[in-house]
């Protein structure tokens, strides 16, 4: 009953002399079966005791009355009787025929009860939780134990049932297995907190509001907020919805290091991070943890999913529902963060989605910060040693989804969820789309990496043994807890900004390269033309070379070698309807589905930043082959502009014009990966002469045959210059309306694709326009100039052209590198 202790007497210099069985029964069977287990002396052999056993209701009125008082010090434990439903190959879960007999086997009525003692005697046994003596108890609760001198009984009563309830708990998952943790009595544990007390009797102060009014407006918020785990409705989703989707996905996880992970979650709460390209998310990550054997995570949700059936089933296996904007409500807020701080202080495993919501591009979004501000806080406060921050890439092969997805991108509205919706997803994943990867990245120790990153309130690291290393081959470490000193604020937000970046580098980095993001990656690089299977190999080969020189992760994507494996994968994207086939010719050609081309990107995004630092590097070479003249003679470069200054340059500047679409390392990092791109394009580039240094790696690129700029970049520099032109044909002085301007972008966009200025439909895209919003605001053009200062204006508007004007540089870039790509040099066809 106290958290340190597992079995056993305390650890008194003498036994008890009297022992205090506090009895959790719900029917007069349970209580027979206790009584008659203490009576056979079941109890005093398992404590080893045989001091006298006085029994008493798990109940806090009982306890109030014939325990808190007492001025012995006796043993106290507490016991039940333990349920199980029938062993089904060796396991014992609930499934929908246990419910024919209309009694939850895990909890079953009385009339059930007495025919399962008669005729299946395993179907129950007697547990005891962790004992404690009454002075521990005492001592474990010493604000609440204070007040029973003052005649206030209850609250002590209610720490001791409480205490009782957990011991409890821990023992039973010692029989059922770990998955089958759940919290108990949440809400009114952390409204029997003095320092939460004490935090709501400070905001009815400052907000002048009655106390009472302040404690019932917490307690409706917890109601509200807190999930009521069952383990029965868990095993019966889990059994209802996985022969849904084990019909549409083969599950691919890579397991190697969970048994570690599991090791480290008895000492730490874990908090999963996935990315999110799916609704079908939670359940994937929910059913590839519950096979390992892990607690079931609390899921915090948005409320879009709250409708019924589905809202009180989600609450039920773990799903927390946020408000997504508190509003400017204190007390909401003051629950939230103490929910958080509770269940991890708890060691109850955590799951969000920190992207705030599924990309609609198929690459990570920019995260939210909001719920990783309560994971640092329950840090910097010291209610946790650590929290390990897991993250995990969810990867598809095919979506069956994407359709709505594409269509929010071009201004569509989003269909709410209802009974309507999920009808339509359970009858859309009645089609197979191949595989699903889930990858866990190497685990982060919030506090490591908050001290690293700046935070005054962090701490010190030491080591840890993670279950795997980063890419320094070092592991990542823990922290001990040795406060540090100094002033909070901006860096304390800074450095969960950081942490986050960590998180999505930590996903990026195991995402697997998937068949369709490279079929999707060939066809999207050619300009309104189909290719032959063999062009599509041809263009496959070197991307394939590369990923494997890389070693780089991935999926099935060797068999794009094979001629018949790659038709397969074309003909499964003419399923989809993302890829069109022409059979009626010479040989079948394939090309991108008019109006298909957002849902191709999605594919390849999801692999995308893979191969984005060889694409910069290109677009670097080619700014400095525009900026050296052919004539050595000519000076108009001088010596401290060589080839070499110029591509560096232009590598870091595109660098900064791509921060709010890729997560880059800081510059010095960043140069070393593209130097290491260098060497694979060009071995002997460090010895070649500075003067005719960019036009020999131009020759060494076009030679690998691999040529990836317009692949990679161009619908995202394509968007950029969508907002650039239309931020230059504003007048500065005028306030912008960022929703209509972006609704702006997508028509002017759709004009800009008829007139062929644009390449393809993908960049026409609210996601990628709301980027572009960011970094023309991140580069101060969207602040209206002073209305009363004619040269603010004037050079507002100047550096607007200019924005737009290097965005045309770039893209006039982007299509020589494709006149590079020898899939375009055998047609003849460039932009």
Known sequence: MIEHRAGAPTASDHPPQSVVALVDSASSTERELIGRWIADGGLAAELGVGAPVTQLDLDSGAVADRLTGRTDDPLVVPIRVLWLPPERDGVRRVTFSDLALLTNPRRPNRLAQRRLVARSPDRHLVLTGSPARLSELRANNPEAAALHHTGATEPFARAVVRAAVVALERAERTVIGDRYKVPRLVTEEILDSPEFLRRLELIADESGTDPQEVHRRAERALNELVAAQSRTVSDLFTQAMRPVHASTWKVDCDESGLAALRE?????????????????????????????????????????????????????????????????????????????????????????????????TGKLRPPRYGLLNYLAAAVRQERIADALLVPVSITYERLNELGAIADEQVGGRKKSEGLAWLARYVRNQQHSAGHVYVRFGAPLSARERLAAHGDPLAVRPVRIPLHRTDTTGRPPAAAELEPLSGDVGEKERAAVQKLAFDVAVGINRVTPITVNALVSLALLGVHQRALTRDEVQEVLAPVLDYVEQRDLPRGEIAKLRDEQSLAVALEQLSLAKVVTIYRSGVEPVYAIEPGAHLEAAFYRNSAVHWFVNRAILELAILAAVDAVPDDPADKAVGPDSDALSIAWDEAFDLRDLLKFEFFFPDRSEFAERITAEMLLV???????????????????????????????????????LVVAERLAAREPTAEIDKKEFVDECVSVGRQMLLQQRLHSTESVSTELFGSAWKLAGNRGLLEPADPASEQSAADLAERRREFAERLRTIGIRISRAAALDPSNLAAGRTR
């Open 682 to 720: 060009d071995p002997s580039w460090r010895t070649r002469p500075r003067d005719t240094l960019g036009s020999e790696i131009l020759a060494a690129l076009t030679d690998t045959g691999f040529v990836m700029a317009h692949r990679v970049l161009r619908s995202f520099f394509d968007a950029q």
């Open 264 to 360: 480290l979650n008895r000492r730490y709460p874990l908090v999963f991070l996935p990315s999110h390209r799916s609704y079908v998310d939670a359940f994937v990550l929910g059913d590839v943890l519950a096979r390992n054997d892990f607690p079931p995570n609390h899921v915090v949700g948005g409320a879009n999913l709250r409708f019924w059936p589905m809202g009180p089933i989600a609450r039920r296996t773990g799903t927390i529902f946020i408000r997504r904007s508190f509003g400017g409500d204190t007390v909401y807020q003051a629950v939230v963060e103490e929910y958080f701080g509770y269940l991890m202080s708890r060691r109850f495993n955590l799951e969000w989605y920190f992207e705030g919501g599924r990309t609609r």
